[in-house]
């Protein structure tokens, strides 16, 4: 199986792209082209309507630094907040959680954004390149400051 384990950062890789590109289709709209339609619909699912510009800026941005794979563990925990409020609010996961269709395509965003959240970027990122942080399992160790 070390094969598989050669092959981590490219699959953190398709992961972090295909889970970004699905992120800034959905918050694009939100922000740049229906915000009237979107802020109907979260008015008519029990939101405040101004949850549209949040919720477009964390999924266009925080899709965008996922593709990038930069500032990932932060991005994936916002998403992963942000998926878990609409799981809970407008999904019913809580009252109604036999209804898998309504909610299967949230549930899936919501677990693999945690997940980059707490692996990381991997080594085929900018927070790798840049920190030394991303990949899976892994983070660089920090050297102690010494007291002098």
């Not at 008015?43 to 500032?71: D, N, W």
């Not at 692996?119 to 920190?131: M, N």
């Not at 942080?133 to 102690?144: F, I, L, Q, V, Y």
């Amino acid at each position: 199986m070390r094969f598989l384990e050669n092959l981590k950062p490219l699959g953190l890789l398709l992961l972090r792209g295909a889970v970004g590109v699905i992120f800034v289709y959905h918050g694009y709209p939100k922000l740049f082209g229906h915000t009237r339609e979107a802020m109907q619909s979260f008015a008519h699912m029990g939101f405040p309507a101004y949850f549209v510009y949040i919720s477009g800026i964390i999924e266009f941005f925080g899709g965008c630094m996922l593709i990038a794979g930069l500032f990932t563990r932060v991005a994936g925990l916002l998403l992963a907040v942000e998926m878990a409020v609409g799981l809970w609010g407008a999904h019913h996961i809580v009252t109604n959680p036999m209804a898998v269709p309504g909610y299967e395509f949230p549930l899936i965003l919501a677990v693999s954004t945690f997940a980059l959240a707490t692996v990381g970027a991997g080594l085929l990122s900018f927070d790798q390149a840049l920190f030394r942080e991303g990949r899976a399992g892994h983070s660089s160790p920090r050297k102690p400051k010494s007291k002098d």
